[in-house]
């Protein structure tokens, strides 16, 4: 067995999806699969991110694939390796040599912290992911339940819901958009952006606010755009001008399969006016209006976040599957 390195703009890296692909069919069939063309978008590398990736070869053949990525302007003592193996392929030690060799490129790089996601379906809270990661010494931080919300939508359910709601927001305007955030709210965007990657819930884990400024925000609409991959926002704006809340959904430009509701926040200063249920339900309307043919909207939230799932619940939202974060010293 081989190890070698790649980049995703390799013509191997059609190699390396295929394992990634077997693997997550194997352990989630029903779970969100980002696309090929996506994933060499993502994987590309830029000033906030860096992505190493591998690919274990038997025989000519591609069996094992594994990435570490490394934030380069925040968290700079976390590595985030993840490590994908064939079923055929398992208990060979493909993984932890995968795994090995992606924590020692998180040393070279000074990481003093790894942090892997895994998922699974609810009808398993266990996988070969986490008895792998906890043979490795990796311990569980935080699980998030994953619901999705499909059609057909009770858009009588959510007006009513959002008619009760507005008398406890009045004063705020709601604004959606598609696509790039408008220039005028731009930097309240990016403020809001940044305090997402602590305000949720994190549970045990160990990870400091993200850095995001305008040109990190239009640097990932961009690949977004160059993923195929569609927006839909809306905004909560307060009397005095400033962002009070956001929520985002992505959709690829050409599927209906697939939507991914990436982020939703209100500032703490403007809690208690609803404005999480208005912003969602604004901005699924805005996404209908659009694609009325979507098929699932895949949403994350930690168990103790119990008003957003209230929320999401009354969306129609289903429990389908969970995801946790595992964290480890280096
Ligand atoms: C997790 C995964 C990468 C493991 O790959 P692998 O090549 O089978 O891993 P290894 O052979 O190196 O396993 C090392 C040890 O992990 C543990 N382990 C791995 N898979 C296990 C399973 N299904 N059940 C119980 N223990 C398991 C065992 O202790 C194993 O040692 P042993 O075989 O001597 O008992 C593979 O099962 C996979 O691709 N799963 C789906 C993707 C995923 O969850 N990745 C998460 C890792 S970040």
Not at 68 to 93: I, S, Y
Not at 179 to 185: E, F, K, L, Q
Not at 230 to 240: E, F, R, V
Request: charged share 25%; hydrophobic share 35%; glycine share 8%.
């Amino acid at each position: 067995m081989q190890i070698r390195s790649l980049a995703s703009s390799d013509e191997a890296f059609s190699d390396w999806y295929a394992v990634y692909q077997s693997a997550h069919s194997a352990d989630y069939p029903s779970g969100p699969r980002f696309l090929e063309r996506e994933l060499r978008v993502t994987y590309e590398g830029h000033e906030h991110q860096d992505t190493k990736l591998w690919l274990a070869e038997n025989g000519g053949r591609a069996v094992g694939a594994a990435l570490l990525g490394l934030p380069l302007k925040d968290n700079l003592k976390l590595a985030e390796p993840e490590v994908w193996v064939r079923p055929e392929a398992r208990r060979r030690g493909i993984g932890t040599a995968l795994l090995e060799t992606a924590e020692a490129c998180a040393h070279e790089y000074r990481r003093s912290s790894a942090l892997t996601y895994l998922e699974g379906p609810s009808a398993h809270p266990t996988t070969s992911g986490t008895a792998f990661v906890e043979h490795h010494g990796y311990s569980r931080r935080i699980v998030e339940i994953a619901r999705v919300q499909r059609p057909p939508f009770d858009l009588n359910a959510i007006t009513k819901a959002e008619e009760e709601a507005k008398p406890h927001a009045a004063g705020y305007e709601v604004l959606t958009w598609r696509g790039r955030a408008p220039d005028d709210y731009i930097d309240e965007y990016a403020r809001l952006e940044a305090r997402m990657s602590t305000d949720a819930p994190l549970g045990e884990l160990d990870y400091e606010a993200e850095i995001w400024d305008e040109a990190r925000v239009r640097r990932s609409e961009e690949r977004a755009e160059r993923m195929n991959r569609g927006h839909w926002t809306a905004a909560a704006m307060a009397p005095d001008g400033t962002m009070a809340g956001l929520t985002r959904v992505v959709l690829a430009h050409d599927s209906d399969a697939t939507g991914f509701q990436d982020t939703t926040l209100v500032d703490p200063v403007h809690r208690g006016h609803r404005l999480g249920l208005l912003l969602k339900a604004a901005n699924f309307r805005n996404l209908l209006r659009d694609r009325p043919g979507v098929q699932t909207i895949w949403t994350w939230n930690a168990d103790s976040n119990t008003h957003m799932i209230a929320i999401n619940e009354m969306l129609g939202y289903r429990v389908e599957g969970w995801a946790a974060g595992y964290q480890r010293e280096l």
